[in-house]
């Protein structure tokens, strides 16, 4: 990783690091990452746009979850790894508690009418956004055989199939790899 | 085996096969926590899906509510850590010789390689929540359908066609 660029505000210490991803995980309805980059961006400046943009593509690239791997990669750079464990530990502290409570207050009052009547509304407009996302990652990719060939044969053996994952990817990968590489010998 | 070292195994590996996100793997979760080892039903695992989504914070919550399940506290905490602890370690090896390799013809084409794959397991995804959320007809499958046909078409925000949606199941109508 490049150091900070000079002109850049002080590198953030280990707290810095830990209250800012905090605040970002404690504001991250719907998703952490538009938070993570108005905190790391807009407010505190840690990093450039430019920066970020190439945070974003990396973190796409490696596998898990991927607003934790940015937590992990971000405290690396000002403070090695106990920077990271502070950036990891504050992005999930409310969340973790905040999910425990929902969970344990559905159990408590889930038998109330209605509940989950509204859960399962809920739910069908959440597979809807799924959904919905997933056709927008899918229009930039492009509509060449190769793509659509990949996309289908994966949507096919994991939903509708239901067959275990580890297999699927271990034979889907590879050659989906293999194939662009081909195409752009 | 004891339930949290199934836990830790089981997400463990999902870690580093989680490419594109945790939304990738909510299939391969749905089979071992529905399928496999019957921790939740189908449809306890939409309304999972749904908290954890309602709560603040990364969509990785999902896990956290099927380890909070399959084993309590304990098992909430053994299935967040084993979530995180695989593919952080390497984002901490790796983001330091990543930059070195930018535009390097090996890595455009596992780019290039991947997404499709990752898409189809986003839609794969989609697919099984609503399904989850489907027992009672096709009003079901009307939400799902009308709530993407607006994501993808125009700018409205999420949350209203998600109030939108709940207010229609308290009605009755799903």
Redesign the interface.
């Known amino acids: 990783m490049t150091p900070p660029p000079a002109g850049a505000v002080r590198p953030p210490t280990v707290a810095e690091l830990y209250r800012g991803f905090f605040h970002a995980g404690a504001r991250g309805f719907g998703g952490v990452l538009p938070w993570a980059r108005r905190m790391l961006v807009d407010e505190r400046r840690w990093l450039t746009a430019a920066e970020f943009t190439d945070l974003f593509s990396l973190c796409n690239f490696l596998p898990g979850p991927n607003t934790i791997n940015m937590t992990i990669i971000v405290g690396a750079r000002f403070q090695g790894p106990r920077g990271s464990l502070a950036a990891l530990a504050g992005i999930l502290t409310l969340p973790v508690v905040a999910v425990l409570a929902l969970a344990l207050l559905h159990d408590r009052f889930g038998q109330l009418p209605g509940i989950d009547a509204f859960l399962r509304g809920l739910g069908a407009a959440a597979g809807g956004l799924v959904l919905a996302t997933g056709l927008r990652m899918a229009v930039p990719l492009g509509r060449t055989p190769r793509v659509l060939a990949f996309l289908l044969v994966t949507f096919a053996a994991i939903a509708l199939r239901r067959w275990p994952l580890v297999p699927v990817l271990l034979a889907l990968a590879p050659a989906s790899v293999l194939v662009a590489w081909l195409r752009r010998a | 085996m004891s339930i949290l070292v199934t836990l830790a195994v089981r997400f463990m590996?999902?870690?580093?096969?989680?490419?594109?996100?945790?939304?990738t793997?909510v299939?391969?979760i749905h089979?071992l926590a529905v399928?496999v080892h019957q921790w939740v039903t189908d449809?306890r695992f939409?309304?999972?899906?749904?908290?954890?989504?309602?709560?603040?914070?990364?969509?990785?919550?999902l896990v956290?509510?099927v380890g909070?399940h399959a084993a309590g506290?304990p098992g909430?905490l053994v299935a967040?850590a084993a979530?995180?602890a695989?593919?952080?370690t390497?984002?901490?090896f790796?983001?330091?010789a990543?930059?070195r390799f930018r535009g390097a013809?090996?890595r455009?084409?596992?780019?290039?390689?991947?997404?499709?794959?990752?898409?189809?397991?986003?839609?794969?995804?989609?697919?099984?929540?609503?399904?989850?959320?489907?027992?009672?007809g096709w009003a079901?499958?009307g939400?799902?359908?009308?709530?993407?046909?607006?994501?993808?078409f125009t700018r409205v925000h999420?949350?209203w066609?998600?109030a939108?949606?709940?207010?229609?199941?308290?009605l009755?109508?799903?």
């Open positions: 590996s999902l870690s580093l096969l989680a490419v594109g996100g945790v939304v793997v299939p391969e089979r399928d449809a939409t309304q999972l899906f749904v908290i954890a989504q309602a709560a603040p914070g990364p969509n990785m919550l956290t509510l909070w506290l909430a967040t979530m995180c695989p593919s952080c390497l984002s901490y790796v983001a330091r990543w930059d013809r090996w455009r084409a596992v780019e290039a390689g991947l997404a499709p794959i990752t898409v189809g397991l986003v839609l794969a995804t989609g697919w099984l929540v609503a399904r989850g959320a489907q027992d009672s079901a499958s939400i799902t359908a009308v709530v993407a046909g607006l994501v993808v999420p949350l066609l998600f939108a949606a709940g207010t229609l199941g308290l009755g109508v799903v």
